[in-house]
C-alpha cells in the first residue's frame, strides 16, 4: 500500500539518498550512501548509484569493492525475489534476468579488483567471486574463495564477511557431496560465531541424513528453541532420539510433547503428522 507508513517512510528514505548522492562529491558520504541501501531491496538503486559515482569520482580498489559488493547484495536480494515468485511468471523470470545481471556486473568489477587488491579489499574481492561461482555451481572454485575470506575477516559496510563466508563454505560442501568436510566447516562456524537457529535446523537435517541421530536430536533442540517458527524442530528431535540405538525414551517424549504443541501451528515440513507416522507408539 502506497499510503502505508512503510512506503511513506521509504520514499522519503530514497528521496534523501538521492538527494546526497546527486549533490556530494565526499566519498565518505556516497560510501555511507552505498551501504546504507546494499541490505534493502527497495533502497538497493540508490546504494548502487552512489557507488558507482564514488567509483567515478575515486576509482580506488577500495571503492571499486564497494561497488562490486553493491552489485553483489542486489544480486542476491533479486535471487530470492525469483526464488519466492511463481515459476515461469513474469515476476520470476524479471527476478531471474536482473539477478543475472547484477551479479555479472559485480563478477566483473571483483575480477579487476584481484588483479591487484590487497588485504581486506581482495577478501571483499574473493567473497564477491566465491559468491559468483557458487551461483554457476561450481563449488570448488567457491570454496578456495570462501575459505580465504573466512581465515580473513573482513568488513565491509559493518558487515562481517566471514560469519557469510562460513555458511557458505557448509552450502557448497554440501552441495559439492562432501558430508565430512561440511560438517568440518560447520562446527568450525559453530566455534567462532553463535549460529542462527535456521543454521541447527540445516546442520539437524544433515546429521540425520548420515544417521549421526545423537547430534541431529541435538541440532535440532537448539533450532527449536532458537526461533518460534521453529519449534516443529521438536518432532525431529523426538525421531532422533527414537532412532538412535538405545532409543533415549525420555528424549522421545521431552520432544514429543513439546511436538504436540508446536503441531497447532502452521509447520512448513509437517512435522508433526511425520512425527505421528514414525513414532505412533509415542503418541
Not at 51 to 58: D, E, M, Q
Not at 68 to 92: I, P
Amino acid at each position: 500500500d502506497a499510503s502505508s507508513d512503510y512506503q511513506q517512510g521509504v520514499a522519503q528514505l530514497n528521496t534523501l539518498m538521492s538527494t546526497i548522492t546527486a549533490a556530494s562529491t565526499k566519498p565518505s558520504e556516497l560510501a555511507d550512501v552505498a551501504c546504507s541501501g546494499a541490505f534493502d531491496f527497495e533502497l538497493s538503486d540508490n546504494a548502487i548509484e552512489a557507488a558507482r559515482k564514488l567509483v567515478k569520482i575515486s576509482p580506488t580498489p577500495q571503492n571499486r569493492a564497494l561497488l562490486s559488493y553493491a552489485l553483489f547484495r542486489r544480486s542476491t536480494l533479486e535471487g530470492a525475489l525469483a526464488g519466492y515468485a511463481d515459476k515461469d511468471s513474469e515476476a520470476a523470470n524479471k527476478a531471474t534476468a536482473a539477478h543475472t545481471e547484477y551479479l555479472n556486473e559485480a563478477n566483473l568489477e571483483a575480477s579487476e579488483i584481484a588483479k591487484t587488491g590487497k588485504g581486506e579489499t581482495l577478501l571483499v574481492a574473493d567473497f564477491v567471486l566465491g559468491g559468483t561461482r557458487e551461483d554457476q555451481g561450481q563449488y570448488l572454485d567457491a570454496i578456495a574463495l570462501h575459505a580465504s575470506v573466512a581465515g580473513g575477516k573482513p568488513q565491509i559496510c559493518g558487515s562481517d564477511l566471514a560469519v557469510e563466508a562460513f555458511r557458505a563454505l557448509v552450502s557448497e560442501n554440501y552441495n559439492a557431496k562432501r558430508p565430512e568436510e561440511t560438517e568440518k566447516w560447520f562446527r568450525r562456524f559453530a566455534g567462532l560465531y553463535q549460529p542462527s537457529a535456521w543454521d541447527w535446523d540445516g546442520e539437524g537435517d544433515r546429521r540425520g541424513a548420515v544417521k549421526d541421530h545423537d547430534s541431529a536430536s541435538i541440532a535440532y533442540e537448539k533450532a527449536a528453541a532458537g526461533a518460534p517458527d521453529l519449534s516443529y524442530d521438536y518432532c525431529f528431535a523426538a525421531i532422533q532420539h527414537y532412532l538412535k540405538p538405545a532409543t533415549d525414551v525420555d528424549g522421545v517424549l521431552n520432544n514429543g510433547r513439546k511436538c504436540v504443541d508446536a503441531s497447532i501451528k502452521p509447520a512448513g515440513k509437517d512435522a508433526a503428522q511425520y512425527f505421528t507416522n514414525e513414532i505412533p507408539t509415542v503418541y
